[in-house]
């Protein structure tokens, strides 16, 4: 198992292994079954030069996960303006289902785990569920791609773990390892435990074909402009 310091160390390893050792996989290239730890979850900025992450966007998406909120108006005033994406993504009434904060508000989730932390250090039912095959019929318009975020203490320490079926690496993983940590600091600060260490699994790791080979890209022109 491999561990990082950050999440950018593992955006730049993985993005080098999947140009190198990805499958062409339905348009992308694709790495299976990638587990990896990220030994300071609160270092969670990417300030890799090819990839020219927006934390600004990054943190108006975390904000609108808070709300619970699944309407993408919401977001657009977070943000001053709805991306492409969510857009295509809604239904017909502007609502995305695969909003984390949706998901984890409802049935009061996240509330559940941390009064099971609370209760109990070892337990191992502190766990939210977001993607759920038994309700496939509401995955009309988008389907989460997170299949459950669990918390575990381990030597007095916060522990997260996050399952994912299918992860982009370019904008999915960037963007959702930030709000994934962000929430280990809620969850450690109402349970008052120090953070440990974020687990990180994808069944399917992959970039699409228009995100491979930026970082060459970007040498290629800084070597013509030499």
């Known amino acids: 198992m491999i561990d990082f310091k950050n999440a950018q160390k593992a955006f730049e390893f993985y993005y080098n292994a999947i140009e190198s050792n990805g499958v062409d996989f339905d348009g992308t290239k694709a790495l299976f079954n990638i587990g990896f730890y ?3 979850p609160a ?3 990417i ?4 990839r020219n992450w927006n934390l600004g966007y990054a943190e108006a998406e975390w904000q609108w996960y808070l709300t619970g909120d699944r ?3 919401t977001l657009g005033e977070l943000y001053g303006k709805i991306p492409a994406i969510w857009k295509r993504m809604a239904d017909g009434d502007n609502n ?3 909003n984390y904060g949706y998901q984890w508000e409802r049935g009061y989730q996240l509330d559940k785990v941390v009064q099971q932390l609370k209760d109990n250090p070892n337990t191992r039912k502190a766990a939210i569920s ?3 095959g038994k309700e496939i019929h509401r995955y009309r318009y988008d389907t989460p791609c997170t299949y459950a975020v669990q918390f575990t203490v381990v030597n007095n320490k916060l522990n997260m773990c996050v399952t994912m079926r299918s992860n982009d690496l370019w904008f999915g993983f960037c963007n959702d390892q930030y709000c994934f940590s962000e929430l280990m600091k809620v969850v450690a600060e109402r349970t008052r435990y120090e953070i ?5 699994f994808a069944h399917n790791l992959h970039l699409y074909e228009r995100d491979l080979d930026k970082n060459n890209l970007i040498q290629r ?3 013509y402009y030499a």
């Open 38 to 40: 990220i030994n300071n």
């Open 130 to 132: 977001i993607y759920d």
């Open 96 to 98: 995305v289902h695969s």
């Open 47 to 50: 300030h890799t030069s090819y």
């Open 196 to 200: 440990g260490s974020y687990f990180h």
């Open 71 to 73: 309407n993408i108006e």
């Open 221 to 223: 022109k800084a070597d």
């Open 43 to 45: 270092d969670n900025h």
